[in-house]
């Protein structure tokens, strides 16, 4: 049956560093969303008290290593319980994730890559995002040799190319569609689409698509602070005294963009995203496997906020869709990324209806 809300909501105390809690609030729910990180520190002990007593979990992260080292350790079990483990439901990486297979749908013929490029914009408030982000980064970024093998043991199928490969594209290089400066979307987005990928393909024989992740970062002015910030960064994080300044000062070497109180309901109100999907493929009735791509397509995901209005949304809606849609659901539990879990649900209706909207910007021409 599908989920009812008691008479009343109570509230429940548990801790990350209490098993009994965690078990006890699993024990009463179907579904557990998981809104505390970095998940590298807090997030196990909730997927395993989930897994153990029955419940389902999601949550937020952007955190490729714990996304993939849960995948590694309870997939299995998840499997064995029937619950669904859904990671990365937030901005991180929703909008990319269900984007691609939005992209897809909506080209008649078969899409085989497809880039996408994020533009946030601020009002005169500007933008700021809390530290507990900017402290995901930071460790993340430290610890990049663990998450290789990470992927060693996990032993990865390969995803084959299939049509023309996509081309990578340098650190940093302009962008004609928008006259703007663009670099690599340092989040999870890439990794989040290739494991989604995978899944499609070797669970539902479809075709993989290519991707690469961008983010619009403004004109010169921007790329050279950018650059500067970006050089500290990489250099500081390699060390255990430069990460403790980082994580104790991040407002001074964010340059104001992450805070330990967040941002104030001004520059929220004041903030959107829009992120652009450009896709290419072949016609129908058109081998994939040679020649050139002749159709393409282009797409849009557009929100509020990202970090603190469209991340709760998605959150919430992968929840419902996870509650109610759960006849399209993979058949089997496991861990999944949300374009595995969701790509047969009604997900992007429930967004479009909530204001993170999913459109076509221009039809696929031959």
């Not at 008649?108 to 995901?136: I, M, Q």
Request: with cysteine; aromatic share 10%; hydrophobic share 35%.
């Amino acid at each position: 049956g599908k989920a009812a809300l008691g008479e009343e909501v109570g509230v429940l105390l548990c801790d990350v560093g209490d098993a009994g809690s965690l078990a006890t609030m699993a024990r009463q729910t179907r579904l557990v969303l998981n809104c505390v990180g970095p998940y590298r520190f807090f997030g196990e002990p909730v997927v395993q008290a989930c897994v153990e007593n029955g419940a389902s979990c999601i949550d937020i992260s952007g955190e490729p290593q714990f996304l993939e080292g849960m995948y590694l350790k309870y997939n299995e079990k998840a499997a064995e319980k029937g619950v669904y483990v859904v990671g990365s439901c937030g901005f991180d990486s929703i909008p990319a994730d269900m984007g691609v297979l939005y992209t897809r749908d909506k080209l008649k013929g078969t899409l085989t890559a497809v880039e996408s490029f994020l533009s946030v914009k601020s009002g005169p408030e500007g933008v700021c995002v809390h530290d507990g982000t900017w402290k995901s980064a930071v460790y993340g970024l430290a610890d990049e040799d663990n998450l290789k093998k990470l992927r060693k043991k996990i032993g990865y199928a390969p995803v084959p190319v299939v049509g023309a490969k996509l081309k990578k594209r340098g650190f940093l290089f302009y962008n004609q569609e928008f006259k703007e400066y663009c670099i690599p979307f340092m989040g999870s987005d890439g990794s989040v689409v290739k494991r989604t990928q995978r899944y499609l393909h070797t669970e539902l024989q479809e075709t993989p698509v290519q991707y690469g992740a961008y983010v619009n970062v403004g004109g010169l002015g921007s790329v050279i602070k950018l650059m500067f910030a970006g050089m500290l960064f990489l250099l500081l994080v390699k060390f255990n005294f430069g990460r403790k300044l980082l994580t104790k000062y991040p407002e001074f070497f964010s340059a104001g963009r992450f805070t330990k109180e967040g941002p104030t309901q001004k520059q929220m109100d004041g903030t959107s995203f829009t992120m652009t999907f450009f896709g290419e493929g072949y016609s129908e009735g058109q081998d994939p496997q040679s020649g050139k791509p002749n159709v393409k397509i282009c797409t849009e995901v557009k929100g509020p906020e990202p970090g603190y209005i469209a991340t709760p949304i998605a959150m919430v809606q992968a929840g419902v869709s996870l509650l109610e849609d759960a006849a399209s659901l993979p058949k089997r539990g496991g861990v999944y990324s949300p374009g595995a879990a969701f790509s047969k649900t009604k997900l992007i209706d429930r967004l479009n209806k909530r204001g993170v909207e999913f459109s076509v910007i221009s039809k696929p021409e031959v």
